[in-house]
T-cell receptor, first 114, second 114 residues
Framework: AQTVTQSQPEMSVQDAETVTLSCTYDTSENNYYLFWYKQPPSRQMILVIRQEAYKQQNATENRFSVNFQKAAKSFSLKISDSQLGDTAMYFCAFRGLDGQNFVFGPGTRLSVLP | ETGVTQTPRHLVMGMTNKKSLKCEQHLGHNAMYWYKQSAKKPLELMFVYSLEERVENNSVPSRFSPECPNSSHLFLHLHTLQPEDSALYLC?????????????FGSGTRLTVV
C-alpha cells in the first residue's frame, strides 16, 4: 500500500520570502500522479499543482513549483514570494494511474507572517 | 465556488437526532466521495461512489448511511451519532478513471455532536 509522509506539521514564513514544504511517499508503482492541495481557513481544498511521475520536468504554476525526485520518492513544494493568502494547510497526495483513491499525507500548516 | 456545493455549512445535532448532509456537483463527474477530517488526524476516506454505485466503504459505522440517487448528488444520512463523530465532512468528485484530474472538493460541513 502507498503511504505519504509530511514531516513538518507546522511552518511559518515571512511575507515575500520563499518556503519549501516536504513530502515523501512510498510506492512500488513506476507511474503515478502526485498532487499538492491547499486548504485555507475557508476549508475548501484547492488543487495547487500536480506532477506526472513519468515526466522528468518539474511542474510549475506561477509562484508554486515542485522538486520531484523520483528515485528518492520525494515531492517538495516551493512557494516563492509568499503572500498572506498562502496561509493554509497543505496536503501532499498520491494517486495511481488507474484512478484509484487518493492517499493523502497528514498535512503541513503554513503561516505567512506580515 | 469550485462546482461542488455542500449543505449545510454547519450542523449541531444531538446524539439521538437524524440529519442529512448534502453534496451536489454539476461538473459532469461520475465519481463522488465522502471524507472525514478530524483535528490532528489524516483525512479519512469514508465512502466512494462510482456511476452511482457504492464501490468502497472503509469500515464506517452503520450510523453513517450514504445515498447517491444520481451522479450529481450525494447524501450522508446521520443517525445516533457519538461526540467523537464531530468533524469536518468533505465531499469530493472526480471524473471516473481519469487520475490526472484529481478531486474537486466542496467546502465541507462542520458537524458538532452534543
Amino acid at each position: 500500500a502507498q503511504t505519504v509522509t509530511q514531516s513538518q506539521p507546522e511552518m511559518s514564513v515571512q511575507d515575500a520570502e520563499t518556503v519549501t514544504l516536504s513530502c515523501t511517499y512510498d510506492t512500488s508503482e513506476n507511474n503515478y500522479y502526485l498532487f499538492w492541495y491547499k486548504q485555507p481557513p475557508s476549508r475548501q481544498m484547492i488543487l495547487v499543482i500536480r506532477q506526472e511521475a513519468y515526466k522528468q520536468q518539474n511542474a510549475t504554476e506561477n509562484r508554486f513549483s515542485v522538486n520531484f525526485q523520483k528515485a528518492a520518492k520525494s515531492f517538495s513544494l516551493k512557494i516563492s514570494d509568499s503572500q498572506l493568502g498562502d496561509t493554509a494547510m497543505y496536503f501532499c497526495a498520491f494517486r495511481g494511474l488507474d484512478g484509484q483513491n487518493f492517499v493523502f499525507g497528514p498535512g503541513t500548516r503554513l503561516s505567512v507572517l506580515p | 465556488e469550485t462546482g461542488v456545493t455542500q449543505t449545510p455549512r454547519h450542523l449541531v445535532m444531538g446524539m439521538t437526532n437524524k440529519k442529512s448532509l448534502k453534496c451536489e456537483q454539476h461538473l459532469g463527474h461520475n465519481a463522488m466521495y465522502w471524507y472525514k477530517q478530524s483535528a490532528k488526524k489524516p483525512l479519512e476516506l469514508m465512502f466512494v461512489y462510482s456511476l452511482e454505485e457504492r464501490v468502497e466503504n472503509n469500515s464506517v459505522p452503520s450510523r453513517f448511511s450514504p445515498e447517491c440517487p444520481n451522479s450529481s448528488h450525494l447524501f450522508l444520512h446521520l443517525h445516533t451519532l457519538q461526540p467523537e463523530d464531530s468533524a469536518l465532512y468533505l465531499c469530493a468528485s472526480s471524473p471516473r478513471g481519469q487520475a490526472f484530474y484529481g478531486y474537486t472538493f466542496g467546502s465541507g460541513t462542520r458537524l458538532t455532536v452534543v
